[in-house]
Each structure stands twice: as structure tokens, then as C-alpha cells.
């Protein structure tokens, strides 16, 4: 097992009343599985991301991560959990617009204070892995949407999380660019990453083992 | 880790070439003021220290109130230097000046005069007292003989070089000679001696081996042995008046007791300043050179660490401002696992980038700025350039600021949520505003009270120099040394008066404007013996044209007539004087007082007339009582011209001058010149007001237009819509402005009061002020409001412009 979310609540309070974002969660989720989050707008499944990804608290209930109760855990103790096992895609890419491709794919080893030889054989993989080798000294600016979502999973991929968290990765993107980056998706699975995609396309879905239809914060 | 933030630092900060212009700049300026100001402290600080024993050497003062005024005195009388070594073990060695001025030197195979501006007698004493050495000629004999003296370095390379000065023979004055017996070193710039050049023999000075213990003319310096505490002599000090001044008193006054002299309101006390203090606290009559005034230190060490503070709040507020741009950037940063520690580490980073760039920045501007600085402050500072504790003391500064007013950025925008900065909406929960906010109206508090103090101190010096000072500066030519003509000083002056365009000219050693002055205590012919009559006046030698060629206005009685014989034992007093007999200035007319209390015999002086009170002391003091009668001698004569006539005037006098005393030199300068330079510490104070006010207005501007321009983004999404609802530009451009005015409101609420006290203060100082009128708060709101408003509006109208579509767009 993977993760494990059991009884997830998370409200704000809005004019004295309670709204519940996420209402009641239960959720397993198995090593090597791919997911997709479906719902209209509204229905939580950004916040389900990232809680997921622990970038957000929850009010009530318990999450384990592989052996770690994330519910108990101290925010930097959460913090080194997520960079060692989760990378994420976000739907408009949120590269560093003042770093080239190379710079991009290189900040995560930086935090997690990868030595400098290391880093660059790293970097120099993932480049060859996703054939932007040409690509590595242009800034984000000067990529195409396609090339900078490849730039993103690749970034998310580098120091080799177990799990990816993507937040309509496809959302910007032409329908051709979006079959390339989910037949990556679809790979990587295949080869052991574990994926959890927020979507609204019914065909991105489909790339998916699992699908998980939320409305109104809960699981239906 | 840190090569890869000064990385992402230099190219963040050529991403935005226009905030990081402001902020090195705003940055730079601050640091530069900083760094000439605490320069200028420096210098100030350092006067006297480099004397070797420094610290156990001081002063006697006396404070005196024997009739008329109390007046303190940084002299005392001659006795008072062998006094004290005998009456204390604690003194290990005393040493005295009597203070020359000028003077003119000539070697005695020369017609030619030379002036030296700044002479004086000396005890032989005063080369150990000080720990001053001979680069030629015997320490153990110098200024042992009469008739020696020792010359500064300078001066001696100016009369004869340094190698021939021992031995040679000097006239003074045209009538006494002297023998150079050593040469010393030029004194240091910063000490209390720095103006002197020539120091002659004490020893052939009659009047310093005799015991009177009424007149103080000389500055006495006393050295502790190192045990002592200057604390014991205090009061044995005190006790002279008993020991040695009342049986001195006696002798005019018979029989009279220390309690009388006390009961009748009168003081004398004789008391110490250590030598190091000299320079900034005391401002007493006859000190040896001008000192400065601790406030003015004060004053400039709050504008250093205003104009510092000022600017750093600026980078503060500047650098939040763009937080807006970098919320993603952290964001992301985060959830490629930065830790918050990275994250501030990386901020400093970058603020220490540009706070080493505003050093280099200020150090080259104070570099360039540092003559006009010394002009403007009357100094002559440089750049340690070969002190290392400089550079560390720069650098450590420079340290310091970066941390400091990086800070608060790095921890303002390593506290973003990632979550909520990713979502790419609003910067308007970001946080921080209410700092932001007190940051700014703390940064315009201080620019309106500096804008009131500026106003303020330049209305008093306009004041001072409009004012009604009961005689006319204008047109008044006054020429020095005219005692070098000798026999002929009056023929002289009737040839100047022949000249058409010469209105009238008199002959005297005493004028309104910083000159001679000469204090006598008079008794009136009644009474004399009572103390409480005793008037003490300045009692100045003129001639007949006097009052008429300086447009004194007589108020009662008459002015001196040539046609009265006895007019040399007349006398006209002023106003005060009158005030302190206690009689209207008719009933004074008549009366007779004499200053030569105590003789069997005393000769009389009648009062012929009153005339009205004029300013011959700086505004700080008040009119003393004053009194004038005829003498022969003078020392300068004052010219009044008709007016543009200067330039002629001067080369006919001259040509006069030379064929009357040929050989001397013809030395001159205008009333009005001088009465300005008494007002100088003013000027400059004046001039230092403005130039760190405009300074501190134009950081303050800085970091406004920085607010602004982040306030307008902040908003970016609330002006789209409420465009498209149909806001005009106006409208908008109000909203966005109408916030920063209340911010700057807030401020001149707040530094009224304060401007008010603090100025009111500074005033006090003189004792003919002006009165501090609504309208300097009024002119110093409205400049401040309108000031914000032009900053402001060009963000504000420029946010209000935008197409509201792309400002939409990104939602």
C-alpha cells in the first residue's frame, strides 16, 4: 500500500457556515496504480491533489504515507516526505522563468542537496530519456507548450518519486500534445510510478487503472 | 548551494533593471550620506586626542557676574597658572596663552610685512604640556628668553625656509623684536591650537608676571598627575574667590567681605574642562579657536541614522513590493522541496548583492561628493583610504544593512503558501500590508520634519539677516592694521574722505561685527562703594564720525561734537546700559561714572548720550551694556561708500595706502561679509538641513513610487472589473492614490508635534528669534501631500489604462 486517506474531512467557514471542500475520503492507493480524479469544477479535486501531496492541510481523519501517519507529522518532517517521494505537474507547467530547461530539471536534486557530479549525470539522463538534449540552455519562454509540459513531468521524474501528483497536465495543452504527454504517463507507469491525474477529459482518463468521481467534496 | 543563489540572484535582479536601479540606488544614497556624516563625527570626536597626555590636561574657566551681566569665560586672570601649582600637589604642570591675533611680521632686513593671522604668548611650559616637539632648536631653552619665539613649520617656510629660521630676527608690529629660537610641526587640523603659527616667549610679557586677579585674559591649562581626580580641585578652586579675588576687591572696595559680594547677586567661579571637551562643549568668551556645538554633532548623528534608516525601509518596501512577481517562483521552489531556511538564505542572498553594490555605489559618490562636503561643513576630512579598519568597518556596515533590510523581505515571502501563491490569483492575502503601511508613513514622518526643520532654520537665518540692527553693515568697507601708518592715521583718513564716492569714514578698534571688544566695570560718582552700582560695560574707543559713518541713532542727548572741548571725558552709552543704571535715557544724561574705582582720585566720565541699542553680538546673546569714548588709537578704519562703488574704492584707498605706508600690507573686507560669517554654524547647519532633506524626500519618493507600483498589481484583477462595470480612468486613479494619502496624513499628524517641539527647542538657543507660524506646518503638509500625489499618480494612472482584458486574462 501506497497511501491510505480514511475519513478526510477539510471545511472553510464562509459567513458562519461550515462549506466542506472534502467530505468523508476514504482512499487506498496501491504502488504501481494510475488514477484519475474526475468532477465538475468545485468538486475538490484540486484539494484532494494536494492534500495528497501534503502542499495542504486537512481538517479531520488520518493519512498514511507508506509507514508515516502524515497526520501527525511536523511540517518539515512532511516537507522531506513529499521531495523524497512525490513529484508534481501542475496544468501550467509553473517552470522558473529565469532558469534554462537544464537549471529546471536540476533545482529539486539541489534541495535535496544532491552532490554536483551526480546531479549532472542526472540531469544529462533525463535529458536523453526525453530527447530535449538540444533544448537544455533555452529559457521556459522559448519552448513551445508541449516542450515545456515535457520539461515539467521530466522535472517531477528527476529525483524519482514513487508517486506523481498531475493537476490537469493536459489542461493547456493541443490534443496532440496531450496524447504525447499521456502515452508518457501511460510509460512511466508501466514502469513502476505510481500516478494520480486530476481531468476533465473522459479520454485522458481512460489512459488511467482507477477512476475516482468526486462532487461536492465527496467520493462517489 | 550558494554558487546556484547568486546565480538565480543576478539574474533576478537583471530581470527587473528598473526596481534594482531604485533600490541600489535609494540604497546607495543612504549609505553615502551615512558614510560622510559619520566621517564628519569622526573628525569632529578626534579633536585634541592626539595629544599625549590628553586625558589629564584642562582647562580653567571662569564664570563671572560682577554687575551688569554673568558672562563665562574660557580665560582667567594671570595669577591663576602659578597659583594653582602651588596650592595643588595634584597639578604637575601648568602652561598659559595669551592670545595676540594678528599681526605683522617683518625680518629685519625687509620693508615688507607679512601678516601671521594668528599669534600668541606662550609659557615655555607648553611644549611638555602637550608633548610637543622641536624639529629645530632646543627644547630645553625655547620660549625661555623675552623677546623668542617658535614658528610653526609653515610659517617659517613662508618668511625664510626652514633651515635658516634659528636665529633669525623678526619685527612685529613694526615695533618689537624677536629672535627665532625653534621650529615646530604645523598642529594638527583637529586640535585647539591649529590656527596659531607663532608662539613668542611668555617671559618677556610684562603683564603676565602681575598679580591682579581682576582681568582674565589668559587661557590656563592645567596637567594632573596621573593618580589625581580633577574632582578634588573643584571646590580649593572655588575657594580662590575668597583667597585671592576679594582682598584684590578690597582694594576699591574697602572692607568689603565674599558674603557681600554674594549677597549683592554677584558670583565668581573658577572651574575645569577636560581639554578633550573643548572642542564640542564649550562656547565661552575668548576661546582659542571656533568650536562646534554637541548638538549640531547630535543633530547630524540623527539625520545619519535617519537617512540610513530611511533607506533601508525603502529596500524593504521595494523588495515586497516585487514580492508579488516571486510568489510563484516560491511556490514552485516549495514544492520542488525547498525548505523555508533555503528559501531565506536565497533572498539574502540577492539583498546582499545589492546592498555590495550600493556600497561600491556610495562609496564612489561619497568620494566625489567629499570636496563639496568639506566645502559646505568647513573641514578638511579625507578617506582613510590606508586604514583597514576602515574598509572592515565599511564592509561590516555594509553587512549589516544587506541583513538587515533583507530580512524582513526573505521571511515576508518565504512564508508564502504554495497552494494559494500557485493558483495564480491575488496578491491581495499575501500579507504584510499594515508593515508596509507604518513603513511608509515612518518614512514621510521623517521627511516632514526634516521639511520643517529646514524652513524653520531658514526662516531664523533670514530673519537674523533682515533684522533691524541699529546700525548699517551696508556699503561699509573696513580696512585692517591701519596703525602701520603711524602719525599719519588721521591725515590718512581725511584723504579717504575726499574721495567722491567715500560718504564718511571713522577710526576705531571697535566695531558691531566680530572685532575687539574690552569689558571695564564702572562706579557712578555717588555711591561708588556700593557694589550693587558697579555697571559693567564694553567700553569702546571711537572717534567723532563713529556714530554718523555707521548710522547709529541717537536716542537722547547728543552725539561727540569736535566743538565741545571737553567731549574727551564725555561719554554715550546704549540702551541696555541705561536699562541697568535703571533710569530713562534722559535722566542718564549727566551723570558720571568712573573706571578707575578704587584710586584716590578718579577721573570722571560724564554721559552726553543715549544711543538706541544695537547688535554687536551674535542673536544667540542679548545686548550688553555698551559705552563709547574718544581715543587716538585704532586699529582699522571703516569706510561707508555710496553703493556699487566697491570695486573703485577699494583700488583709490589702496593707491592712498601705498604712498602713506608703503611696504604694509592693505587688508580689507566688507561689515557685511563679516556679520554673515558670525552666522556660518548657521548656514551650514542651514545648508546640511536641506541637502539631507532633499535626500531623504527622494528615498521616501522611492519607496512610495515602489509601494505604488505593488499596490497597482496587487490589484491588477479588481481594476479589470471594475473597468469592465464601467470606472473611468479618473475614478480608478483616485481609488488607487486616495489610500496612499491617508497613509501620508497620518505621518504629518504624527511629525507636526514633534517638528514643533524639536524646533522650538533649537531656538531657544537665541535670544532674538522668530516665532514659529502655522503656515511652516501648513507649506511642509502640503509639500509632503503633494509630493506623495505626483509619485503615486503616475502608477496609479498607469495601473487605471490598462485594457482590462489582459488583466483578466490570467484568471
Redesign the interface.
Known sequence: MLLQLKNIFKWVNSGGQRVFLLKDINLDIEEGEFISVMGPSGSGKSTLL?VI?M??NFDEGEYQFLDESVHALKE?KR?NL??EYIG?V?Q?Y??????TVKENLE??L????VKGSERKAMVADMLDRFNIVGKKDLFPSQLSGGQQQLVGVA?ALI?NPKLILADEPTGNLNSQQSEEIMDLFKQLNEEGVTIIQVTHSEQNAAYGSRIINLLDGRMI | ?FK?HLK?AW??LK?QPFFTFLNTFGLAIGMAGGLLISLYIHDELSFDKMFADADRIHRVNADIKFGGEARKFAVTPAPMAESVDNDFSEVELVTRFRTRGSALIRKSDSEVNVKELQTTFADSTFFDMFGIELILGDKGTALKSPNTLVMTKTAAEKHFGIKDAIGQSLLMNNTETFTVTGVIDDLPKNSFLREYSIFMAMAGYEDSRVVNWGSNNYQTFIKLIPAANIDDIQQPLENFLGKYVIPGVQQFMPGITEEQFKAAGNHLIYSTIPLTDIHLRSDRVAEISGNNDIKSIYILTFIAIFLIVLACVNFMNLSTAQSLKRA??V?????????KT?LIRQFLVESGLVSFGSLLLAVLTAIIALPFFNDLADKDISIPYGNPMFWLLLLLGGIVLGLFSGSYPAFFMSRFI??KV?K?TSGSNLGGGNIRNGLVVFQFAISVFLIIGTLVVYQQLKYIQNKELGFSKDQVLVIDDVYTVGDKMSSFKEEVKKLGFVKNATLSSFFPTPSNRSDSTFAPEEGATEQENALSMQTWGVDYDYVSTLDFKIIAGRDFDRNFKNDSTSIIINESAVATIGVSPNEAIGKRYTPDMGSENPYYYKIIGVVKDFHFSPFREDIEALSLRLSDRAGSMAVKLEAGTFTNAISSIEGIWNTMAPGQPFDYYFMEDSFNRTYEAEQRLSSIFIIFTTLSILIACLGLFGLAAFNAEKRTKEIGIRKVLGASVGQISYKLSVDFLKLVVISILVSLPVGWYAMNKWLEDFSYRIEIGWWVFGLAALLAVSIAIATVSYQSIKAAIVNPIKSLRTE
Open positions: 494536494n501531496g502542499l495542504d518539515k516537507a513529499y521531495k508534481f501542475f501550467s509553473h517552470l522558473l522563468d529565469d532558469l533545482m529539486p539541489l534541495y535535496k542537496k522535472r529525483s | 548551494m546556484n538565480i539574474r533576478s530581470k510563484k517562483e511556490g514552485i521552489r516549495k514544492t520542488l522541496g525547498s525548505n533555503d504554495p497552494v500557485l495564480g
